[in-house]
């Protein structure tokens, strides 16, 4: 006689089944839900739905501008390059031109071409000059001070690489696609609450830096208030140099010059050399799959192959079967992400460092690592063994998404490291310069493969946990999406995707509710406001340590349904908005 296991039995036992085993579609829906309207609405929050193509960005104001080049006959990378140029001048705690970030592109066969997916790396780079103790203090420990200062600044990638998008794929000319951020920092922009309050709570951190001072308040010190006109007239004047000079202008031209400059007197240690040898890498994106949806993962110094992993244990259990939010579903994120969180001592970048990606994304690598994972007790230090993903190979930061009516797709996340970066800015330039070099390993304690991955040497490709990403449906884009926010990126990804395919929310229902984080070892499970208080005991009960946390991420989400294109931008953040063409 057949026995119907519960979830929690379920989740014991499938580690040793296989991949084909596990539920491919959410449950079907109770057929006669109860509800107060005569139209079901079987979820709370709603997308934005337009037609011939969607931006979605943490500010309106350059999601609006995006839309705009699409309404003008711009494809996705158009719009994608003249939405990170607008948020360098509406969003100057993330949005950047002296930072960096990632990029996936997905152009659609088109004219005999056929389709193709590139993964653009342009995150920032270590100096030619970097030394071991470039960021440490008397007692060789990470210096914060320095951190944020010029010291810690990486060479910038955002230009390099928002060009690069373009000199392959754009359509409308380079100029135009700047224009309007050239405009808003000319004319200024009205600031927002949340803008001017996040503008106002720098005074502190800016106070050494007269250039970044000058920027950012009136004179005096005084901070703008909400709905103030801030303008920003010597980042037009780099823009309009970048328009009409390309990246060439921003690395080795007279801009360039003036940046290394300042970076210098500043007492940082990239020079004009630096620059002029900076390039964005272009290269094929981390292939996976999800429960039959493939994956376009950005490969490492990012950190798609952790989400890849994280993504590839969970196949291994009936995520819905456990349902959303249950204590069986909670435990089972919260261990898969520990065992991810431990193998990212394995992510590091060039030039002496290679990633094992394909072995950390592969399902059978996953799935002896899925076998550790307990249904009544939580791993720890103690018994979370190191994996060896070798055998598996083979020979303020924020996000936008992009996707046009001809089906091409731009996931792209990029950011200064901490929000407002070094809180430097180059003279005359209008530049906010990131702290990224602050990423590395700068410890002289300890060693092994963390310290390895991300030692501070000449020339290294600084890592980060970002992470866009695009779901395939029948070979087209179905899903474009990413998010800032540090350390709580990958499980952020890793919810909204199994909230989607298991668990079968709409796009923005998937995004906005409650989440988690955890880390590795003996780190704390954090729980986002939302989850019942009931839950808290009983994740104890199985060895977790609960602790309440703010907000995580802010999540840009696209997904395309037929001619429809559904926008959701995560309501965590303030002035987020989805904008479709029409």
Same mark, same amino acid.
Do not use: C
């Given at each position: 006689?057949?026995?119907?296991?519960?979830?929690?039995?379920?989740?014991?036992?499938?580690?040793?089944?296989?991949?084909? #085993?596990?539920?491919?579609?959410?449950?079907?829906?109770?057929?006669?839900?109860?509800?107060?309207?005569?139209?079901?609405?079987?979820q709370?929050?709603?997308?934005?739905?337009?037609?011939?193509?969607?931006?979605?960005?943490?500010?309106?104001?350059?999601?609006?501008?995006?839309?705009?080049?699409?309404?003008?006959?711009?494809?996705?990378?158009?719009?994608?390059?003249?939405?990170?140029?607008?948020?360098?001048?509406?969003?100057?705690?993330?949005?950047?031109?002296?930072?960096?970030?990632?990029?996936?592109?997905?152009?659609?066969?088109?004219?005999?071409r056929?389709?193709?997916?590139?993964?653009?790396?342009y995150?920032?780079?270590?100096?030619?000059?970097?030394?071991?103790?470039?960021?440490?203090?008397?007692?060789?420990k990470?210096?914060?001070?320095?951190?944020?200062?010029?010291?810690?600044?990486?060479?910038?990638?955002?230009?390099?690489?928002?060009?690069?998008?373009?000199?392959?794929?754009?359509?409308l000319?380079?100029?135009?696609?700047?224009?309007?951020?050239?405009?808003?920092?000319?004319?200024?922009?009205?600031?927002?609450?949340?803008?001017?309050?996040?503008?106002?709570?720098?005074?502190?951190?800016?106070?050494?830096?007269?250039?970044?001072?000058a920027?950012?308040?009136?004179?005096?010190?005084?901070?703008?208030?909400?709905?103030?006109?801030?303008?920003?007239?010597?980042?037009?004047?780099?823009?309009?140099?970048?328009?009409?000079?390309?990246?060439?202008?921003?690395?080795?031209?007279p801009?360039?010059?003036?940046?290394a400059?300042?970076?210098?007197?500043?007492?940082?240690?990239?020079?004009?050399?630096?620059?002029?040898?900076?390039?964005?890498i272009?290269?094929?994106?981390?292939?996976?799959s999800?429960?039959?949806?493939?994956?376009?993962?950005?490969?490492?110094?990012?950190?798609?192959?952790?989400?890849?992993?994280?993504?590839?244990?969970?196949?291994?259990?009936?995520? #819905?079967?456990?349902?959303?939010?249950?204590?069986?579903?909670?435990?089972?994120l919260?261990?898969?992400?520990?065992?991810?969180?431990?193998?990212?001592?394995?992510?590091?970048?060039?030039?002496?460092?290679?990633?094992?990606?394909r072995?950390?994304?592969?399902?059978?690598?996953?799935?002896?690592?899925?076998?550790?994972?307990?249904?009544?007790?939580?791993?720890?230090?103690?018994?979370?063994p190191?994996?060896?993903?070798?055998?598996?190979e083979?020979?303020?930061?924020?996000?936008?998404?992009?996707?046009?009516?001809?089906?091409?797709?731009?996931?792209?996340?990029y950011?200064?490291?901490?929000?407002?970066?070094?809180?430097?800015?180059?003279?005359?330039?209008?530049?906010?310069?990131?702290?990224?070099?602050?990423?590395?390993?700068?410890?002289?304690?300890?060693?092994?493969?963390?310290?390895?991955?991300?030692?501070?040497?000449?020339?290294?490709?600084?890592?980060?946990?970002?992470?866009?990403?695009?779901?395939?449906?029948?070979?087209?884009?179905?899903?474009?999406?990413?998010?800032?926010?540090?350390?709580y990126i990958?499980?952020?990804?890793?919810?909204?995707?199994?909230?989607?395919?298991d668990?079968?929310?709409?796009?923005?229902?998937?995004?906005?509710?409650?989440?988690?984080?955890?880390?590795?070892?003996?780190?704390?499970?954090?729980?986002?406001?939302?989850?019942?208080?009931?839950?808290?005991?009983?994740?104890?009960?199985?060895?977790?340590?609960?602790?309440?946390?703010?907000?995580?991420?802010?999540?840009?989400?696209?997904?395309?349904?037929?001619?429809?294109?559904?926008?959701?931008?995560?309501?965590?953040?303030?002035?987020?908005?989805?904008?479709?063409?029409?």
């Open positions: 006689m057949l026995r119907r296991l519960s979830a929690a039995a379920l989740i014991a036992a499938v580690p040793s089944m296989p991949v084909a #085993a596990a539920q491919e579609e959410p449950p079907a829906r109770a057929a006669t839900p109860s509800g107060g309207d005569i139209v079901a609405y079987d709370i929050h709603k997308p934005v739905v337009g037609r011939g193509g969607m931006v979605v960005s943490q500010n309106v104001l350059a999601a609006q501008v995006g839309a705009q080049i699409l309404r003008k006959g711009g494809n996705a990378v158009d719009a994608a390059v003249a939405t990170g140029f607008a948020l360098a001048v509406t969003l100057p705690r993330a949005g950047n031109v002296g930072g960096g970030g990632y990029m996936l592109v997905h152009m659609a066969a088109r004219g005999g056929p389709a193709q997916t590139i993964a653009i790396d995150y920032g780079q270590a100096s030619r000059h970097t030394t071991p103790d470039l960021l440490l203090d008397a007692a060789g990470l210096d914060q001070a320095k951190v944020m200062s010029m010291k810690g600044v990486a060479i910038p990638g955002t230009v390099a690489g928002l060009w690069e998008a373009h000199r392959r794929f754009g359509s000319p380079w100029g135009t696609l700047l224009a309007p951020a050239i405009a808003m920092a000319d004319k200024g922009v009205p600031l927002s609450e949340d803008e001017a309050k996040a503008n106002a709570e720098q005074r502190r951190l800016m106070a050494d830096d007269p250039a970044a001072m920027m950012f308040f009136k004179p005096g010190g005084t901070a703008y208030a909400p709905g103030e006109t801030f303008r920003q007239p010597d980042l037009a004047a780099t823009l309009r140099a970048i328009a009409a000079g390309g990246a060439d202008a921003f690395y080795r031209g801009l360039a010059q003036k940046l400059a300042g970076i210098r007197a500043g007492g940082g240690i990239i020079d004009a050399v630096d620059l002029a040898g900076y390039r964005a272009v290269s094929e994106p981390i292939w996976s999800y429960r039959g949806r493939r994956i376009a993962y950005m490969p490492p110094t990012a950190s798609g192959v952790s989400v890849a992993e994280a993504m590839n244990i969970l196949e291994r259990f009936p995520v #819905a079967e456990a349902k959303w939010g249950s204590v069986a579903n909670l435990h089972l919260s261990e898969t992400m520990k065992i991810v969180s431990a193998d990212r001592r394995l992510v590091g970048g060039a030039p002496d460092w290679q990633t094992p990606a072995g950390l994304a592969s399902k059978d690598y996953a799935t002896q690592r899925a076998g550790l994972i307990r249904p009544d007790r939580s791993l720890d230090a103690r018994t979370l190191d994996g060896n993903p070798y055998p598996f083979s020979k303020d930061t924020t996000h936008f998404s992009v996707v046009d009516a001809q089906g091409n797709a731009v996931s792209n996340t950011t200064l490291s901490a929000s407002y970066g070094a809180h430097v800015v180059a003279p005359g330039t209008g530049v906010l310069l990131n702290n990224s070099l602050g990423n590395l390993s700068w410890s002289r304690r300890g060693g092994g493969a963390t310290r390895d991955a991300t030692r501070p040497v000449p020339g290294k490709r600084v890592g980060s946990t970002i992470t866009p990403l695009i779901v395939f449906r029948d070979d087209r884009p179905w899903l474009v999406t990413g998010t800032p926010g540090g350390g990958i499980a952020t990804m890793v919810q909204l995707l199994s909230n989607v395919i668990h079968g929310l709409n796009v923005a229902e998937a995004a906005e509710r409650p989440r988690i984080n955890q880390g590795g070892g003996d780190a704390p499970l954090e729980l986002e406001g939302g989850f019942s208080p009931d839950i808290v005991p009983l994740l104890e009960a199985k060895g977790h340590r609960v602790r309440p946390s703010n907000t995580m991420g802010s999540i840009q989400s696209i997904m395309v349904e037929g001619d429809a294109f559904l926008g959701a931008a995560d309501t965590r953040r303030p002035d987020a908005a989805a904008v479709p063409a029409r």
